[in-house]
C-alpha cells in the first residue's frame, strides 16, 4: 500500500478545508493509505512513515509561515537525508488574489526540496482560469467546483505519482487518467 | 515633472489592457509625465528617460517570457549601470488563478533588481480577496472593478513613490491618501 | 536501460562544462543512455524520449536566459502535457557569488514544473561550504574539485532517481549508495 | 539625520558578523543613524523609526527561519501599514554555496515587500566573483576582502538611498560614488 501524508497548519479553518478536500482526492487512487494531520499532530515519524507528502500553510507575508517552519526544523534531526526520494507538492490559501499563495507554495516546496523530496505541479486546468501548475492556491476558503477540485486534483496527482514511481502501478499514470484532466470551463 | 514608464508585453491582448490601467492609475497623481509602451515601442533609452518603471509581461511558463528577456538583455548595453535608484514594480496576466502570474512578476522584479532599480508590491487591498501585495496579477482579462482598481493603483503608487522618493513631494505619499486604500467588499 | 538528456545553453563556455561533469556524473549508474546536447542541437522529440532531465543555463539578470525559454516556449506544441511524471533538476553558473545563480536555478526549475516534471535538489555535501541543495551553481566555471564534484553528484542524483523510480532499480537508491555522499572537508 | 536599522537573527555568528560589516558600510555615508540589533533585541518601534532597512539571517531550508518569521509576524499590529516607503534590502550567510543563501534573501525581501518597504540589490563587483545583486550572500563567515567588502557595500548603499531618496541628498548617489564600484579582481 502506497502511503500519502497531508500534513497542514491552519488558522481560519481554509487551509484545513484544502487539506481535507486534497486527502479525498488522494483517496480517488485505489490501495492508497492517508493521513491528513495538523502539525500540533504530526511527528517527525509520519514524514519516515509515508512516501508522498502534500504540504499546506496559509500564506502569511508571502513566505511559509514560522510555525510550520519551526515544525520542520525541529523535524530536521529524525528525518533530514532519511526521506529523500519521496515525492512532495504544496497548497496555500491566502487573504487574496495577488497576496501571495503562489510565493507561499515556493516556500513550502523549498523545504521539502532541502530534504530531498521531488516536488512537482500539474499540468491540469479544473475549469475556467483554475489550475494548479506549481501546486493549489486559494483565495480563502475554495468556494467554486473548479477551486475544490484544484485541491482533490493535487491529492490524487500525489498518490497517483506514488503508485507509478514508488509501486511500479503504471496504470495509474494521469497519462492513463479516465477523468477530465483539461476542462477548460 | 516625474517619468513613469509602463513597458508591456502582450500576446492576447490582457496584459496590454492592463497596462492601459496601470497607466490611468499612474496618471492620477498630478504632474507626471507618462508613456505606455510595448516592447516593439520602447528604446533603451526610454528606460534613462523614466523615473519609474512598471514592467508587465503575460504568465508563460511561469517565467518572464523570452521576448521579455531579449528586449532587457539588449538594453544592458546602453541601460545597465545607468538606472541604478529608479523604482520598479510588475504586473502580469496568466491563464488561470495558480497559474504562476505571481511567480512571473517575481521574475520580472528580479530583472529590475539586477538593473539597481528599488522594487515595490502594495500593502492595499481594492477589494473583497483582492490585493497587489507583491504587483498586480490576473488570470485572464481583469474583469471586476476591484481587479481593475488593483492594476491601477498599482500605476498610482508608482507614481506616488516618483513623486515621494525622487521629487520630494511628500504630500503625495500613500500614508495621507484621501482615497479609500484598504477596502474589503 | 534508463535515458537522461542534460539540455543546456551556453554562452562562455561555463556552463557547457558544467553540463559535461553532471553527464559524466549520471554514466556513473550503469544501464544509463545518456544524451548531452545544446538548445541548438536538441529536438523537442529529445524531451519525448528521456525519462530524467538536467537543464542548464548561465545566470543572466536572474532569471533564466531568453534563449532557453525560448526553446521551450517552441517545444511546448509537442510535449506540453506529454512528459508529467518524468525526473528533473537544474544548474547554472554565474558571473559571481551573490550574482543569481540560485535564482537562475528556480526559474529553470519552473520551466520542468510547468510541465509536469518532479524535481529535486540533494542533500549532499561535495565538500565544505559546497552544496547542491536545489540544484548546482558555479561562480565562472567550476574550478576546485568539490565544485566539480557537485555537477557530477547532480547527474548521478538524476540518474539514481530515473534508475529507482521509473526502472523500480531499487538497489540504485543514494540512501545505499557506497560513496561518500556528505563530505564536509 | 537619516535612520537606518541593521536587524538580523544569528545562530552560529556568521550571521551577526555580517550584520556588523553592513553597519561599518552605512555609517560611511555622512550625517547616518545606525542601529544593530539582533531580533532578540529590536521592538517593532525601531521599524518606525527607521528610514531603511537591511535584514539578516541565517540561511535554513532555503526560506526565511522561524524566528524572523515569528518576529516579523508579532510586528504586524503595530507597523503594518506604517512603514510602506521605507528602502529594504537582505543579506544571508548558508552552509555552503548553493545552500539557499540567495533563495533566503528573497524570503526576506519577500516579507518586507509585504509591508510596501521598496528593496534592492546592488549592480556593484567587490572582486573577482563576488556580487551582491540581489543582496549580500556568504558561504559560513565572509572570509576574504571582496566578501567583506559586499557586506559594507550593502550597508552603504541602503544609507545611499536613503540619504538620496528620503532626504534629498542626491550628492550620495552611487552614480556620484568616488569608490570603485566595479572591481573585478
Redesign the interface.
Known sequence: MGKVLILYHSQTGNTKEMAGLVAAGAKKVPGMEIKCLSIKEAKPEDLLWCDGIALGAPT????????V??W??KAVGKT???I??K?GCAFSSA?????????TV??LL??L???????????D?TG??????????A??KPKTAREKE?CRRLGRRLAE?VA???E?RKEQ???QAKYKR?KHN
Open positions: 502569511h507575508m508571502g513566505v511559509a509561515p514560522w510555525q517552519v519551526q520542520w526544523t533530514w537525508r532519511h529523500d526520494g515525492i487573504g487574496g488574489w495577488g497576496g501571495g499563495s503562489e510565493m515556493q516556500s523549498k523545504i526540496m532541502n530534504f530531498g523530496v521531488l516536488v512537482f505541479g500539474a499540468t486546468y475556467k482560469h483554475t489550475t494548479l501548475h506549481y501546486g493549489t492556491v483565495a480563502g484544484a505519482w507509478v514511481l514508488h511500479g499514470s494521469p497519462h483539461f
